[in-house]
């Protein structure tokens, strides 16, 4: 059984950091591109960030590039996300996805493999 679990999201003030976590369980971690997209209600759910499974590619939205930065460790089947310069804008639930395509998660396609069942970011100015 496929499992993907987030973690580390939380309430913060504006110009914090927080660190997501999202574990890969069930199939082989480098077998996959990871990613992360975020979601606020009433608002699609856009894509933020992705590594390629090897970790030498990456890529980020405009909105988040010099503040987040996107990593895994291939050992601990774990993809990260650390958030620094948290700003209100930033406040969504964020999901992890997996796809055996890095580029479609490039794409930041929404027909992903598999998704996370997101962690509620929240930040207040």
């Known amino acids: 059984q496929v499992q993907?679990?987030?973690s580390g999201g939380g309430a913060v003030q504006a110009g914090g950091s927080l660190r997501l976590s999202c574990t890969l369980s069930g199939v082989r971690f480098v077998d996959y591109a990871m990613g992360w997209y975020r979601q606020?209600?009433?608002a699609e759910r856009e894509?933020?960030?992705c590594i390629a499974w090897n970790g030498d590619s990456t890529h980020y939205i405009d909105s988040v590039k010099g503040r987040f930065t996107i990593s895994r460790d291939n050992a601990k089947n774990t993809l990260y996300l650390e958030m620094n310069d948290?700003?209100?804008?930033d406040t969504?639930?964020?999901y992890c996805a997996a796809d055996r395509s890095f580029g479609k998660l490039l794409r930041y396609s929404k027909n992903v493999d598999y998704w996370g069942q997101g962690t509620q970011v929240?930040?207040?100015s």
Do not use: D, R
Not at 86 to 89: A, Q, T
């Open 4 to 6: 993907v679990v987030e």
């Open 47 to 49: 894509g933020i960030s």
């Open 122 to 124: 929240t930040v207040s």
């Open 86 to 89: 948290l700003k209100p804008e």
């Open 40 to 42: 606020t209600p009433g």
């Open 92 to 94: 969504a639930m964020y």
